[in-house]
């Protein structure tokens, strides 16, 4: 550590005074560096995997940051140095969210949607937590999110264990029942992991989007993981439907969509989650 710590020193020009964790979820530790002049985060971690995540995490917050829409953290650098993996970015003070940050928050998620692409997907592939995310440029929503989506994740539940094959519904059923929901769907560019802990404002009344998952799909993927864990404050949905207005099957689209994620948190972290993945399995496939 601290060898990567005066690697860092050498990168900014300045000394360290002082160091201090910072919440980073389950995939890598975080620090704060201060210097005397400002402060600086510190995403570190010495697992093999860990340099392609984070190198994908900073393709998607430039992703985000290109489109003008939505702030992000300013990343310095990000490579590995004696087998620690790192990514060096700016610190942003934040503060709890009031009403009208959540308000501003939502208009300006509208205004990343807006940015779209050709097809679904990404040029590259990334990560969902630690779990490989599968991006290939499809023309066809329903075929990108039943294939690289849902059939990805169902077969490596089945793989760990998790569901058993007659809980699995065919590629078939899954892609007739998006097709009922899911029609004239755009490519918006998508943060792509937006729940609570993937936003900050800061103390200038700024929202900031971090940890990025970042592709091109249906704008309401990331509305439907807002949502999933208590959702956000209700000025947020004011605001962004403003901009996409609640149209028909959104309420189903919500659930199919939270399959994913609840997949995901399913293969990451066990069986807790297979009543919540049964429960969308029974209602719609």
């Not at 704060?32 to 994908?56: C, E, G, H, N, W």
């Not at 991006?135 to 039943?146: A, K, P, R």
């Not at 569901?163 to 899911?182: D, G, H, T």
């Not at 792509?192 to 900050?200: A, E, K, Q, T, V």
């Amino acid at each position: 550590m601290e060898v990567l710590v005066s690697h860092i020193e050498s990168i900014i020009n300045t000394s360290i005074i002082n160091s201090s964790h910072l919440s980073g979820g389950d995939t890598a530790s975080v620090l704060k560096l201060d210097t005397v002049y400002k402060s600086y985060v510190l995403k570190y971690s010495p697992r093999t995997i860990a340099q392609d995540m984070f190198k994908a995490e900073v393709n998607g917050i430039r992703l985000i940051a290109k489109t003008n829409t939505i702030a992000t953290p300013l990343v310095l650098d990000c490579g590995t140095q004696q087998g620690m993996a790192y990514i060096l970015m700016e610190y942003v003070a934040s503060k709890p969210a009031s009403k009208n940050d959540y308000a501003k928050l939502g208009s300006q998620l509208a205004k990343l949607h807006n940015y779209t692409g050709e097809d679904y997907g990404l040029a590259s592939d990334n990560f969902i937590g630690s779990l490989s995310q599968k991006n290939n440029f499809t023309d066809d929503w329903i075929e990108f999110y039943g294939t690289y989506r849902l059939e990805f994740q169902l077969k490596m539940a089945y793989n760990n264990r998790l569901l058993k094959a007659s809980e699995i519904p065919s590629s078939l059923n899954i892609k007739s029942v998006l097709k009922i929901f899911c029609d004239d769907i755009k490519p918006s560019l998508l943060h792509g992991d937006l729940w609570s802990g993937n936003f900050l404002i800061s103390e200038d009344n700024t929202p900031y989007l971090i940890d990025p998952a970042a592709y091109y799909g249906h704008s309401e993927v990331d509305i439907a993981m807002s949502k999933l864990f208590g959702g956000f404050n209700s000025s947020f949905y004011e605001s962004y439907h403003e901009h996409y207005p609640v149209t028909k099957f959104f309420n189903e689209r919500i659930d199919v969509y939270q399959l994913y994620y609840l997949l995901v948190h399913l293969n990451l972290f066990g069986s807790s989650y297979y009543g919540a993945v049964k429960r969308i399995l029974r209602a719609y496939f």
